[in-house]
């Protein structure tokens, strides 16, 4: 007779992490880093991870983070330049701006901490503020909640999903897991509140002729592409 198949989270959740005030089970073999007093942040062990700290600031990035006019930093020098300009979130944000790659950042800060994703949301960011202990947990995919807590979706919100005429994707923040949000792109989620706030755009932009937009957008693009050649093999 056939034994069961186990759960692997290594084979399963590669190149995801999983963050909160303790690791479950399944994920006690990832790699941990000790963030805060209440958020340990579990890392697949082929996921890139980078930390670097400035005083009392520290940044803990997951993924890649490129700078288009620095093409040739990796994220060390990144991550140190970014700390090096940001005294506050505020200038923190501004720096963000400016920068590009798939990436989630841990930020420590005037003591206190936020996540930031990259501006399109291409690294997910999920988060799940456990209404009974008021822990919360962040993580790359809703499906680590329910394997790490034992979470399972709303069934009677998922019908409601699919009986409607708009069923190609959840709606904003909303996903079918109780009590379980997804952060939007240019919103950072601040770890002691657990909610989330829209931070872009925090001024008025400047008006741009289309001439000047489009070489503006040429040379990010060209060094976006540049950055990522420095990276390694690229398709």
């Known amino acids: 007779m056939d034994e069961p198949q186990r759960f692997d989270p290594v084979m399963l959740y590669r190149r ?8 479950p089970e399944p994920f006690r073999a990832w790699p941990v880093i000790h963030f805060s007093r209440t958020l340990l942040i579990g890392c697949h062990p082929e996921l890139e991870v980078t930390t670097v700290s400035q005083q009392s600031r520290m940044v803990v990035c997951l993924g890649h983070i490129l700078d288009p006019h620095n093409p040739g930093h990796g994220n060390s020098q990144v991550l ?26 841990f930020v420590s800060l005037l003591e206190k901490q936020r996540v930031y994703h990259d501006a399109g949301g291409l690294k997910s960011v999920f988060f799940y503020a456990d209404p009974s202990s008021q822990d919360l ?18 069934e009677q919100l998922v019908k409601q999903f699919w009986v409607t005429k708009s069923q190609n994707s959840w709606v904003c923040e909303l996903t079918p897991y109780p009590h379980t ?22 001024v008025a932009i400047a008006p741009q002729t289309l001439e000047r937009a489009a070489e503006q957008m040429a040379e990010i693009i060209h060094g976006l592409i540049a950055a990522v050649a420095q990276r390694g093999p690229v398709a």
């Open 181 to 202: 949000k997804q952060l939007l792109p240019n919103h950072f989620l601040d770890i002691e509140r657990q909610v989330s706030a829209r931070f872009w755009p925090s």
């Open 16 to 23: 995801q992490f999983l963050a909160g005030p303790r690791m």
């Open 137 to 154: 947990w962040v993580g790359s995919q809703p499906g680590l909640f329910g394997e790490g807590l034992g979470l399972s979706p709303d």
């Open 80 to 105: 140190e330049r970014l700390l090096t300009l940001s005294e506050t979130f505020f200038d923190l944000e501004q720096a963000l701006a400016k920068l590009g790659g798939r990436w989630v950042l």
